[in-house]
């Protein structure tokens, strides 16, 4: 399945007045390496395994592979990865016809807040909040792979 969205920055709190649910999300993996991730994630109650490809030129697409694994699971591999978790709470907000997932990272990577719209093409016009801020589509120091090397507050 190929993934298509695009990824903001986030200029205030504004969002979470209209959150319609949140998880807490811890994630590590098993492969960063930008050909080929493999990330293991614990959502609120559920475990998955994702395999995601190299995002194409303009950063917005890539191929993505997911399957829900038992939280037993995942915390068992959670204990393979790399080195480098990301713990990030997640809200989803509806604008428009688009449902944004804006993630409030914590620990190393506190004081970040992204956005992201999965879209059904690149060109797929959608409504953009005003607490949204600059793209960062195309920036991998965004991608939670990088993050979780690199965490936002050593930048």
């Known amino acids: 399945m190929i993934e298509i969205e695009r990824k903001f920055l ?3 709190n504004a969002f979470l007045k209209d959150a319609i649910k949140s998880n807490r999300i811890v994630q590590g993996y098993l492969s960063s390496n930008p050909e080929r991730t493999v990330r293991i ?4 109650s559920c475990g998955y395994l994702t395999i995601k490809g190299m995002s194409n030129a303009s950063g917005m697409s890539r191929m ?3 399957k829900e ?7 068992e591999l959670l204990l ?4 480098g978790t990301i713990d990030k709470i997640r809200h989803e ?4 016809t688009h449902v944004f ?3 409030v990272f914590n620990l190393e990577n506190e004081g970040l807040i992204i956005a992201e719209v999965e879209l059904s093409s ?6 953009k909040p005003k607490w949204l801020g600059d793209e960062v589509t195309q920036d991998k120091r965004y991608y939670n792979s990088y993050l979780s090397k690199n965490p936002y507050k050593n930048w």
């Open 69 to 75: 694994i038992s939280i037993e699971d995942a915390e």
């Open 101 to 103: 997932e804006v993630d």
């Open 64 to 66: 993505e592979w997911e």
């Open 10 to 12: 986030v200029r205030s």
């Open 93 to 96: 907000v509806i604008v428009g």
């Open 80 to 83: 393979l990865c790399e080195k």
């Open 41 to 44: 994630r614990i959502k609120g």
């Open 122 to 127: 690149e060109d797929e016009k959608f409504e």
